[in-house]
């Protein structure tokens, strides 16, 4: 095989294992919503890294088994028994080896009569790492979208093709 040519494939090469990432990360963010939905404690628990973390407001739930507890919070029981849906929009990924970080909007739907009513609108980081298991969560953080700094610092930490800084609190 000639140089050009084995430069070539070492360049698809890399594009494929980009784009793996990318759709890996973008399917464990989609699968949040369903999990959450359906009150499956396991899924949302193997959608995190073992130490992994989610701040959303408040005491931020540390630890896998802290964050699947999610589900049997008051608050999010009186969302799923009302009917909910927790939607989330298509994240703007930054992929840096191991680790990688996504941003997206979310937002809460809970029926209302005849219809739904968005009850939560947010922006989210999450902070991934790659693990012999595939990319989890190491850390998530949501605010609320509701025209405070702290939610448009979530958008404005994350440029495109830019990782940024894992310990920094308010990022």
Request: glycine share 8%; aromatic share 6%.
């Amino acid at each position: 095989m000639d140089r050009e040519l084995a430069e070539r494939l070492r360049m698809l090469e890399a594009k494929v294992g980009e784009l793996s990432d990318r759709l890996e990360i973008m399917q464990l963010i989609a699968a949040y919503g369903p999990a959450v939905d359906s009150m499956d404690r396991d899924g949302v628990a193997a959608l995190w890294a073992a130490d992994g973390s989610y701040d959303f407001g408040g005491a931020p739930l540390a630890g896998r088994d802290a964050v699947a507890g999610l589900v049997e919070l008051d608050t999010h029981k009186a969302y799923v028994a009302a009917g909910s849906a927790h939607a989330l929009t298509s994240p703007r990924i930054a992929v840096d080896g191991d680790r990688a970080v996504a941003v997206n909007c979310s937002q809460v739907f809970v029926k209302d009569g005849a219809g739904w009513r968005a009850d939560r609108t947010s922006a989210n980081r999450w902070d991934l790492v790659r693990t012999a298991e595939g990319w989890r969560v190491a850390r998530r953080v949501n605010r609320l979208l509701d025209g405070s700094q702290p939610a448009r610092d979530l958008y404005r930490r994350h440029r495109p093709n830019e990782v940024g800084a894992p310990d920094d609190p308010t990022a």
